[in-house]
């Protein structure tokens, strides 16, 4: 039977339901796929995207990792830049990820899940991607920077993503990205001005080679406030997706979840083959810095290149079964966090979240069960996160609850 050849769109298949089977498809068909439509390569098998991603030297990132819009996070987002520059920012912040830092953090983030959960839990029903897994991260970044709890935020975050059918951004989502900056710029001002015991503090005193971070006066394009920028949208709407997605994958699930409800501490597990079966980055770009050859094609000097992280995770030549949800799996490794130097820096972040995310709904509404229709988010392109998830539940009695 004639088969027509993969086409890969992945500006249409974000708005699909299941890209799994062009994925697998891609691996098996074309794993160095060309897009004449778009211009750029893809790779899509788990070994081809690590080696990618682990060579920075021919795989540069200099010219952004977003294939919507590129470098829109400016100046100073270490996603967008190669070394010695991009090893330099991120030594500013690598610190306050380190597990004693999380540690410090983690009663708030029970405390913040504690009051997100008890705001809804008597109602019976709540859209659990809305008012908990969205809702969560924010407050968590919040805390990790130091700032207050401002709702502000959380809109322009949701309006500067916002793209026209160009794929450029809208006024509202550039005006949305201006206001945010602003406010960063004049956060740090004020932490220069009054230090504290925070993050924002620690980044606006940063030194870099004896040379301050920041500027005497801080603007809006600054590389200092591009890595706090940087650090907001890296760290919301990834983690809302491994939030609602586990949740959701528990609900279609019931057998999994129930172990997970009598054995909590395998709930890490959950986590893993969340973050492997619905990759909520599924997508970076790179640029190549000279030819590369791989499965009988190459590469031009200076290609744009696709990582399909996504599609790397459900590879049979790396996991078993890798359509099969299955929470027991012993997972060594996915791509889910990125590989090399541009390993995601709020991995163990991401991960502590939604523990305390799902040990929190686990032992207070167990049963939940989707009461409406599920809703993907029409967030940017490099992304797969749910919007909205409608339950409906019975509460257990609560056993501790953070005052
Ligand atoms: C489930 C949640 C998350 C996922 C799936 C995720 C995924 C990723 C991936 C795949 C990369 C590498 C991008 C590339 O290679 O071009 C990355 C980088 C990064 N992530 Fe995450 N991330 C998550 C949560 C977070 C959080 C909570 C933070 C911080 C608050 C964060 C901060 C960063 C930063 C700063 C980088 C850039 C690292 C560098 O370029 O050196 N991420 N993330």
Redesign the pocket.
Known sequence: MYMAAVEYDPFSLALEDDPYPTYRRLRDEAPLYHSDKWGFWALSRFEDVRNA?RDWRTFS?AEG?DIDAPRWAGAGA??DLDPPR?DLL?NVVRNAFQTTNLNTLAPKIQRDTDQLVESFVERGSADLAQELAWAL?YLV?FD?MGLPHEPILRKWSDDFRERTEGKEPTQVALDAMENTRRYLADALTDRRKSPRDDLLTEIVNARIDGEPLAQPVIETHSEIVGLCF??FI??TD??A??IAKALHLLAQHPDQRARLVAHPEQIPGAVEET?RYD???QI?ARNTTAPVTLHGGTIPNGGRVVLI?GAGNRDDREFDEPDRFDITRNIKRTL???EG???????P??RLEARIALETVLARIPDYAISGEVQRSSSTVNMRVLWRLPAAFTPRKANVLAS
Request: with cysteine; proline share 6%; net charge positive.
């Open positions: 991603a990132s990792m270490i996603t991009h991120r991260p970044f990790f940087l650090l890296a760290g990834t983690t997706g491994l973050l990759t909520p980055l970076a992280f889910a966090f990125g130097i541009h390993f995601c820096l709020g991995a972040l991401a």
